[in-house]
């Protein structure tokens, strides 16, 4: 198997397998089906197709593979479905494949798994194949337990498939792809190393049966007791009404977050986003290997809803991106990046790209909107903190591209950040940029002249703010204001001399702050920074009560100031190119 | 705290709620019964800093009863603690000496020891995939709701009394140190609680919940 070009199949039972390799078959491919079928004479007809003895049960699975085709010089491949080869002797045939690291794998799944289920089980029942016509099919009861314990499986086993095979050439296709986008085929055949384009990829026999032409409601007898059964259970997306085509709201645009961003917060969370718009974390520090969490189930399942346009996980009235419909196109993604949309990828074989240090929450100030007290870790907590330090600096950043330091707290008050920043030798990580996120009080001319190892990978600072008056700052921030513009304008050298490329403030915007929101891009101009962000006031666990937060929540409708603050965001200034209103923009209108 | 409100056993779900509280009849509502039995009921109660009970993923899955997790998703301002198990094969033999014992729960000053068990490889992995898939979904499901993941081997076995102390600044109650009143059924390693281990682990290799 090794001098051929060889590829495999992989699919769940009802998959459509079939039609694939009927399509593969017709590009002029040789692909076989199903060669550990529990059924013999099955073997002996797919092997027969590729001119290789059946295999025989008792047999070992990687022997009888490492027969399969090893002269050919044009791409053959086999079909193999999770069931299959998965006891015994057969089942080397899965330790043979998971090792052959070049053998390009094409995953074919299902968008829906009832109809998966619901088409072979009519197929079953009325003998019929392609054409099945739902209209002729008698109905019938469906056992709940059965179908749940198929649908269970499929799913296990389809995470597995992701995992197992990220090291190979892989491209994941589902059934529904196949027969609606044209461009599949020619993916798949490009994949498997064949000439693409020598095939008509719709041919007249691919008949797709649609969710709608099964009509579930009326093949399945007892379709009320079905869709009660799976209400609220992992499998209820399939029981839910479906969009027809062309009504599906997918997003436009691509979210590269969550295949490239992890962070992890003071919680030990591990999340692909910040926390106030995708709540649902990937993993816990204490669950596991970073780099193995970085794909976990639930990781795999966000990417998931990004690929399929859903955004499930998203909250789409706190995310920037989505408020303002600022998702970068397709197009514009990196290449690499495109490769992996392409090919379906939601286990990342790269680990994470951005790093997101938020386990350390110290912090010099105790500001109202993030916490009741002052935070500074000690002892135990301390250790606990350091301890995940380490394996971020010694598992993840040495492929990071960009370290964000830090998503939750201050990074010059931390001991474990200001220590990082003072030991990083920037020529050991010759492609990592930092960007320090502080509230800027201690961050002056001493404090940079400590990090000067790591100069060259610091890449800008974000300082919060959330004032343009000593006032409002002490009301809350709770610091000096003169120091905080003494550094900013520190900050703001450093900018203008090219010694960072970026420094942007930022104001979470309240009831008692909003009218200084004009003052704070003018403080930003003045200073030099190149980017001023504006970000809704939002409720953390642990902060306002209810009442408080309604009191300062200017950005709700029912607030006594909303109109105000709206007719306030009116005005032109706040359309500049270095004004971001981030996930307060939908309360602008556009100007002409 | 309760217990598990929505057992299939009636005598059960009486213990899991202790008397005098009114049980949950089979086929009635689930978001009533939750609404006016478990929460409400104790409203106005000062007391009380919080109140809570177990439900299992499979449990409240029958007509009427399985309103309640709707409920439950619908109150975004319900706190979760979801224990999960990192061990799922431990949990399902676990499953099957508690089911052949008939004994659930263990005291912590007496030790079992019962006969190794012969594990069914098919019903095996149809229950980890289950556990699998119905824990990515609470994950998904409860996404916009406070969740403390509680691990039962990480945080309950490794170190209870923080594990404890924990979850009670995750739900907000003044914390107690709370004893450790039971403990796990089978302390035995796995494989020799198991007849026929090797081919369980066989069964499982080229799955998700393959034997490290
Ligand atoms: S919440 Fe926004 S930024 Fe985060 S993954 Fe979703 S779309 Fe991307």
């Known amino acids: 198997m090794t001098n051929g070009r060889r590829f495999v199949i992989l699919s769940h039972d009802r998959s459509e397998a079939s039609v694939l390799r009927r399509l593969v078959r017709e590009a002029g491919v040789q692909v076989c089906g199903d060669l550990f079928d529990s059924d013999p004479s099955i073997r002996a007809e797919a092997a027969a197709t590729v001119g290789l003895k059946p295999y025989c049960s008792g047999d070992d699975g990687a022997a009888y593979l490492s027969e399969f085709g090893t002269d050919d010089k044009e791409p053959a491949g086999f079909g193999l479905l999770y069931e299959h080869a998965a006891r015994g002797p057969a089942s080397t045939a899965w330790d043979f494949v998971r090792s052959r690291q070049d053998i390009p794998i094409v995953h074919l799944t299902s968008d829906d798994l009832l109809v998966t289920w619901l088409r072979a089980e009519i197929e079953r029942r ?208 990196p290449k690499g990046f495109q490769r992996w949309v392409a090919e379906g990828r939601t286990v990342m074989s790269n680990l994470p790209a951005t790093l997101s240090l938020g386990y350390d929450p110290t912090c010099n100030l105790k500001c109202p909107t993030c916490r009741s007290d002052f935070i500074v870790l000690k002892g135990e907590a301390f250790q606990r903190a350091l301890a995940v330090h380490r394996s971020v600096v010694s598992e993840l950043l040495p492929a990071a591209r960009q370290a964000i330091v830090t998503g939750h707290g201050d990074a010059i008050a931390s001991r474990i950040y200001r220590e990082f920043l003072r030991n990083l030798d920037a020529s050991k990580f010759p492609n990592l940029r930092i960007i320090v996120l502080s509230n800027g009080l201690n961050f002056d001319a001493r404090m940079w002249e400590t990090f000067s190892a790591a100069h060259s990978a610091i890449m800008g600072a974000s300082i919060s703010v959330d004032a343009a008056t000593p006032e409002t700052y002490k009301l809350n921030r709770g610091g000096s204001f003169e120091k905080l513009v003494g550094n900013l304008r520190f900050l703001g050298e450093l900018r203008r001399s090219g010694k960072i490329d970026f420094l942007e403030i930022s104001f979470v915007v309240q009831a008692n702050n909003f009218a200084e929101m004009v003052d704070f891009i003018g403080l930003a101009r003045e200073v030099g920074c190149s980017s001023i962000l504006f970000m809704k006031l939002i409720r953390w666990p642990g902060t306002f009560s209810e009442t408080e937060f309604a009191n300062r929540a200017v950005q709700e409708s029912d607030h006594p100031l909303h109109q105000e603050f709206l007719e306030f965001l009116q005005q032109p200034i706040f359309e500049s190119s270095d004004v971001d209103l981030s996930n307060l923009s939908h309360l602008r209108t556009p100007g002409p | 705290m309760y217990g598990e409100v929505f057992q299939d056993e009636l005598d059960a779900r009486r213990e899991g709620l202790g008397f005098p509280n009114e049980v949950f009849e089979t086929g009635s509502d689930g978001a009533s019964y939750l609404s006016n039995n ?102 998904q499901a409860f996404c916009q709701h406070q969740v403390f993941e509680l691990s039962y081997e990480r945080h309950l076995i490794a170190d209870f009394g923080s594990a404890m102390t924990q979850v009670q600044k995750f739900l907000g109650v003044p914390p107690l140190r709370l004893p450790v009143l039971l403990r796990k059924q089978g302390t035995a390693p796995i494989e020799t609680r198991v007849i026929n281990f090797d081919e369980v682990r066989r069964a499982l290799r080229h799955t998700i919940h393959a034997i490290k």
Request: contains cysteine; charged residues 25%; hydrophobic residues 40%.
């Open chain 1, 126 to 333: 009325c003998g019929d194949t392609m054409n099945t016509r739902p209209t002729d099919t008698p109905s019938f009861e469906v056992d709940c337990e059965r179908l749940a314990e198929f649908f269970d499986r499929v799913v296990a086993k389809r995470y597995w498939v992701r995992l197992v095979f990220q090291s190979h050439p892989f491209l994941e296709i589902s059934y529904r792809q196949l027969v609606r986008d044209r461009s599949t085929m020619y993916r798949v055949l490009k994949h498997i190393g064949a000439g693409a384009g020598s095939t008509d990829v719709a041919p007249d026999w691919l008949v797709e049966i649609r969710a709608e032409q099964i009509m579930a409601q009326r093949v399945i007898a007892n379709f009320d007791e079905v869709c009660a059964y799976f209400r609220h259970s992992p499998h209820d997306v399939y029981f839910r009404d479906r969009p027809a085509d062309g009504q599906v709201a997918a997003r436009a645009g691509f979210c590269p977050r969550p295949f490239e961003s992890l962070g992890i917060d003071a919680q030990g969370k591990l999340r692909v986003c910040c926390e106030d718009w995708l709540t649902t974390p990937i993993g816990d520090i204490r669950s596991g290997g970073l780099a193995e969490q970085w794909n976990s189930q639930t990781a795999v399942a966000i990417r998931d809803s990004i690929l399929d346009g859903s955004y499930r996980f998203c909250d789409s009235r706190q995310c920037p991106d989505l408020v303002k419909g600022t998702l970068p196109a397709f197009e514009a993604l």
């Open chain 2, 38 to 139: 478990i929460y409400e009921e104790c409203a106005g109660d000062d007391e009380l800093f919080a109140i809570g009970f177990k439900l299992f993923y499979m449990q409240a899955r029958e007509p009427g009863a399985r309103t309640a997790w709707r409920y439950l998703m619908h109150h975004r301002n319900l706190r979760i603690v979801h224990l999960t198990r990192d061990n799922l094969l431990e949990a399902f033999v676990s499953f099957v000496e508690a089911r052949a014992s008939g004994r659930w729960l263990s005291e912590v000053d007496k030790l079992l020891r019962g006969a190794p068990m012969h594990v069914d490889t098919d019903e095996c992995l149809a229950f980890l995939d289950q556990i699998y898939s119905y824990r990515g979904w609470a994950n």
